[in-house]
């Protein structure tokens, strides 16, 4: 290689890296396209997706009455063994048992968000959260009973 | 040992690249023979990631295994559990709503873009460049944030289901892919501008990590590795699923079979992508987006395969089934390890300088050559 080359060479590495650095410097000059966001600065306005699957609720109305039958669907839908459901027998008015809710554990530490179990409930009673912040210093606290303490099932749900 | 030491002739060493060591993308450990900076052979060691997903699936429903896949190459979740609901669907004779079919295509290649995009941000970096890591994933961030949308999660959708899809589009899913798609095209010029004309860039790959036609059959390279070698082996192209067979896309092929072929097939297969999802936005049919199945499906007794093109290859799923609820086996022929097998012929006789970016061109995912 002659010493003539060699600087052509060297002048021609250093023109493509100056055209490259032309992309760097555009955005440089041009901070409104940068889109980085300041979290946690901006939990005031962050807004997540309306379907983004945080974790798993039930969902209760205003009377303190959810959806749930007890029938166990999610739990079997589900593939970790995250929803374990613990039921009862409630008596009737007309003196006749029924399966009822008592107690839904879900397993936060165990769940990957999947959506199997809100496909498979059959009357709506779970839905997804957007509330992705589950970090805690005890894990126990990971494990969680869904259906809030005094709430029954919602009337005219089977 | 002492004999080992002093059998071997002077210069020739061995070095252990990985399992920690951010050049491997993962816990890939290398075994490299030396003779001072020439490497003499490579030997990949694999099973540090390895969480026995197929053994898993055994255990799990065709409903619940598809989720698994989304663990495997997690950059291609999309298409791995597009995979599994093929195979399912094929077992239990389901005809997909061409609605499901348009939305699934588009959301395939929406993760190719974004597999590719990392991998061009990655691969940069392991040749000393910092900056387009950050351009790339400004891009990969907008397609996240579309898959947010309408999926619910970013990387780990599970949005598949067999017979279709989950749920329907987000009303604004059309919209926003849009906008998307007319912004992206001068982007790929800007990547172009900013790595692909630089000399010095061209330089580290041009004639690097060479890879014969031959070799990428017989080590059974499959998506861009095995096309840049001049192999045609696109599966959306000669075994197509869903409406890959209606769009209209060129299959990316270059014959240098270097790692620079393989940096072009990838760029340009960004293209092609983008062409695809143009063709499908505007034509989505009315309809169903889930087929009617059964609340517990069960596949026939049998074998069944499906393979499909995923951003780093072809990625084959074989279930057999002896007429239960959950698969009697499961096999997934991921693109990864086979291209990763092929490591040593790359490498070969060059450099050991020149090994990371050639490991860079592989696109290598670890989890998903593990499994």
């Keep these: 290689m002659s010493i003539q080359q060699y600087i052509k060479n060297v002048f021609n590495a250093v023109k493509t890296l100056l055209k490259g650095m032309r992309v760097t410097g555009y955005y440089f000059f041009h901070p409104k396209e940068i889109i980085t966001q300041q979290y946690p600065d901006n939990r005031a306005t962050l807004k997540l997706a309306d379907r983004f699957k945080g974790e798993v609720v039930m969902l209760h109305d205003e009377n303190n009455e959810h959806a749930c039958t007890g029938c166990t669907a999610c739990e079997l839908a589900c593939p970790n063994g995250t929803i374990k459901i613990i039921t009862q027998f409630d008596i009737t008015p007309d003196g006749k048992k029924k399966k009822a809710l008592n107690t839904f554990v879900y397993h936060l530490e165990l769940c990957t968000m999947c959506n199997l179990c809100v496909e498979a409930c059959p009357t709506g009673a779970i839905t997804m959260a957007q509330n992705f912040e589950h970090s805690v210093y005890d894990r126990k606290q990971l494990t969680k009973i869904l259906n809030k303490p005094g709430s029954k099932i919602r009337a005219g749900v089977e | ?371």
Excluded at chain 2, 33 to 40: A, C, D, F, Q, R
Excluded at chain 2, 64 to 92: P, W
Excluded at chain 2, 104 to 112: A, C, K, S
Excluded at chain 2, 350 to 363: E, F, Q, R, S, Y
Aim: hydrophobic share 40%; with cysteine.
């Design chain 2, 1 to 371: 040992m002492h004999q080992v030491l002093s059998s071997t002739p002077e210069g020739i060493f061995t070095i252990n690249v990985g399992p920690q060591h951010p050049a491997t993308h993962g816990v890939l450990h290398l075994v490299i023979t030396l003779n001072g900076e020439t490497i003499l052979k490579i030997e990949p060691h694999l099973g540090y990631i390895h969480r026995s997903i197929e053994k898993m699936c055994e255990s799990l429903t065709y409903r619940q295994f598809i989720y698994v896949t989304s663990r495997m190459d997690y950059l291609s979740a999309h298409i791995n559990n597009h995979a599994c609901a093929l195979c399912v669907e094929k077992g239990l004779q389901v005809e997909v709503p061409m609605r499901a079919q348009y939305i699934r295509v588009i959301m395939d290649e929406l993760t190719r873009l974004a597999s590719h995009e990392l991998w061009w941000g990655a691969m940069a970096m392991d040749v000393g460049a910092f900056t387009p890591f950050f351009y790339a994933f400004r891009e990969r961030e907008t397609i996240n944030e579309i898959m947010e949308e309408t999926c619910g999660a970013r990387l780990t959708m599970n949005y598949m289901v067999p017979g279709g899809v989950m749920a329907d589009i987000h009303p604004q899913f059309q919209q926003k892919v849009k906008q998307f798609i007319a912004g992206y095209k001068n982007k790929i010029a800007e990547y172009n501008e900013l790595v692909t004309g630089n000399v010095i860039f061209q330089n580290r790959m041009k004639g690097v990590g060479y890879l014969s036609t031959e070799d990428a059959i017989s080590y059974g390279c499959s998506g861009p590795v095995a096309r840049a070698s001049g192999v045609a082996c696109d599966v959306r192209k000669r075994y197509p699923y869903d409406v890959y067979a209606q769009v209209q896309f060129d299959e990316i092929i270059e014959t240098t079979g270097d790692s620079f072929a393989r940096y072009l097939v990838r760029i340009r297969e960004m293209e092609q992508s983008v062409r695809i999802i143009e063709q499908l936005i505007d034509n989505i049919p009315e309809g169903d987006y889930q087929a009617k199945t059964k609340a517990v499906l069960k596949l026939p007794k049998g074998e069944f395969y499906q393979r499909v093109e995923t951003a780093r290859g072809e990625l084959g799923v074989y279930i057999v089934s002896e007429g239960g609820t959950t698969p009697y086996r499961i096999k997934f022929r991921s693109p990864g390890f086979s291209n990763l097998s092929a490591l040593n012929e790359m490498a070969k006789g060059g450099k050991i300088g020149d090994l990371v970016a050639t490991m860079g061109t592989l696109d290598l995912v670890i989890p998903d050559i593990d499994r």
